[in-house]
Antibody, heavy 120, light 110 residues
Framework: QVQLVQSGAEVTKPGSSMKVSCTPSGGSLTRYTINWVRQAPGQGLEWMGS????????NFAQKFQGRLSITADESTNTAYLDLSSLRSEDTAVFYC?????????????WGQGTLVTVSS | QSALTQSASVSGSPGQAITISCTGT?????????VSWYQQHPGKAPKLLIY???KRPSGVSDRFSGSKSGNTASLTISGLQAEDEADYYC??????????FGGGTKLTVL
């Protein structure tokens, strides 16, 4: 079973940017549509956006337009989430979630999550 | 777009069946058979239970089943077990090219 492996926890300051990576273990990134989902402490899941790595096509939730970037590097088999202009309310666990062919608009493989703390 | 609506909590005794509902609108849940359900234990990543309203991924117990009527989707868990205690989230295609999650339902097994 392929898993998604994410980068480690970060602590960052308000106004700065964060970057989280996501790599499938033992599989090709291009097999999946990669989505990013965040979960604030004690809160529910929130879809942020997605990328089809083979063609670089991205989609974003409206609330993140303008400060969210999702990219994929086929040479390193890695997807990235970049969120800028961070504020304290962006403190959350960020998950990458993969959608395999045949599971339309559902996330069948997940990363372990990356905690990003925004604090001065 | 607003999040899908789920009840905050539900409970049941071992062996019983419970149903968790997820209410959207005619633009999301009501328009597409693209509803999925996830189980999340504390401190863990979510796990896919149901996709395309009724389909179960390989390895997911047949105690979990999904359905939809109009703008409301439902997850039914039969034969409740202690390990089913977790948070459950619905998710739906919200078109165009966006996804919506429900607020989550905490299941307590009494």
């Amino acid at each position: 079973q392929v898993q998604l492996v994410q980068s480690g926890a970060e602590v960052t300051k308000p106004g700065s940017s964060m970057k989280v990576s996501c790599t499938p273990s033992g599989g090709s990134l291009t097999r999946y549509t990669i989505n990013w989902v965040r979960q604030a402490p004690g809160q529910g899941l929130e879809w942020m956006g997605s990328i089809i790595p083979s063609i670089g096509l991205t989609n974003f939730a409206q609330k993140f337009q303008g400060r969210l970037s999702i990219t994929a590097d086929e040479s390193t088999n890695t997807a990235y989430l970049d969120l800028s202009s961070l504020r304290s309310e962006d403190t959350a666990v960020f998950y990458c979630a993969g959608q395999s062919p045949g599971t339309a608009n559902a996330f069948d493989v997940w990363g372990q999550g990356t905690l990003v703390t925004v604090s001065s | 777009q607003s999040a899908l609506t789920q009840s905050a909590s539900v409970s049941g005794s071992p062996g019983q069946a419970i149903t968790i509902s997820c209410t959207g609108t005619s633009v999301d849940v009501g328009s597409y058979n693209l509803v999925s359900w996830y189980q999340q234990h504390p401190g863990k990543a979510p796990k896919l239970l149901i996709y395309e309203v009724t389909k179960r991924p390989s390895g997911v117990s047949d105690r979990f089943s999904g359905s939809k009527s109009g703008n409301t989707a439902s997850l039914t868990i039969s034969g409740l077990q202690a390990e089913d205690e977790a948070d459950y989230y619905c998710c739906a295609y919200g078109g165009p090219n966006t996804m919506l999650f429900g607020g989550g339902t905490k299941l307590t097994v009494l």
